[in-house]
């Protein structure tokens, strides 16, 4: 079965300096990867996937993720956190099914 | 261009009262879904439906279900509400299960059942 781990809960970054939000995954071929941040109150806005190709991804609001597949990783970065990035972030895995599979997300604190 | 609406916002409903939580869509998408977040857990998938007519159950379905009649609408009904289903639950839509497109997620609603 596929499962998503995300090991970190919490992350406290200051505001300017770079981030880096960890996602494994477990799925036996290429699986579809997803970042969505969820706002406080709101529901989830996709930042970003990865189906096939250029192992880094780029998406909106200036993050970008890189798909390891030796690692089994799919990782979210961002050079310069601003103190509108604080909220949930929660990385995703899917086939060309029609199931996806969430991680318990990880909520990032940006401190000014 | 409403994009995913659910209704209510918040309820709070005694254990065994049946509700149902509405999820309607504008944008002509063929794949809705049901998903509850829960601390801990992040979002497990509910029920789904790749068009009208067509309902399949997810990861947890138990004491919930669902139906298609028509693109727009996707409703979650509880039939005898238990204070396990405490929870904030999330409507998604999708031109396609694949999430080629990505998914729209509604804004949520938050069930208390007491």
């Known amino acids: 079965a596929q499962s998503v781990t995300q090991p970190d809960i919490h992350i406290t970054v200051s505001e300017g300096a770079s981030l880096e939000l960890r996602c494994n995954y477990s799925?036996?071929?290429?699986?579809?990867l997803f970042w969505y941040v969820q706002s406080p109150g709101q529901g989830l806005q996709l930042l970003l996937k990865?189906?096939?190709?250029?192992?880094l991804v780029q998406g909106i609001k200036g993050f970008e993720a890189e798909f390891k597949r030796s690692q089994s990783s799919f990782n979210l970065r961002k050079p310069s956190v601003h103190w509108s990035d604080a909220a949930e972030y929660f990385c995703?895995?899917?086939?060309?099914?029609?199931?996806?599979?969430f991680g318990t997300g990880t909520s990032l604190t940006v401190i000014p | 261009n409403a994009g995913v609406t659910q209704t209510p916002k918040f309820q709070v409903l005694k254990t065994g009262q049946s509700m149902t939580l509405q999820c309607a869509q504008d944008?002509?998408?063929?794949?809705m879904s049901w998903y509850r977040q829960d601390p801990g857990m992040g979002l497990r998938l509910i029920h789904y439906?790749?068009?009208?007519?067509?309902?399949d159950q997810g990861e947890v379905p138990n004491g919930y279900n669902v139906s298609r009649s028509t693109t727009e609408d996707f409703p979650l009904r509880l039939l005898s509400a238990a204070p396990s289903q405490t929870s904030v639950y999330f409507c998604?839509?999708?031109?396609?299960?694949?999430?080629?497109?990505?998914?729209?997620f509604g804004s949520g609603t938050r069930l208390t059942v007491v």
């Open positions: 995703a895995v899917g086939d060309t099914g029609n199931q996806f599979y």
């Open positions: 799925y036996g071929a290429t699986p579809y």
């Open positions: 990865y189906f096939s190709g250029d192992t």
């Open positions: 944008m002509n998408h063929e794949y």
């Open positions: 439906s790749v068009g009208a007519g067509i309902t």
């Open positions: 998604a839509t999708g031109l396609e299960a694949s999430q080629n497109y990505g998914y729209t």
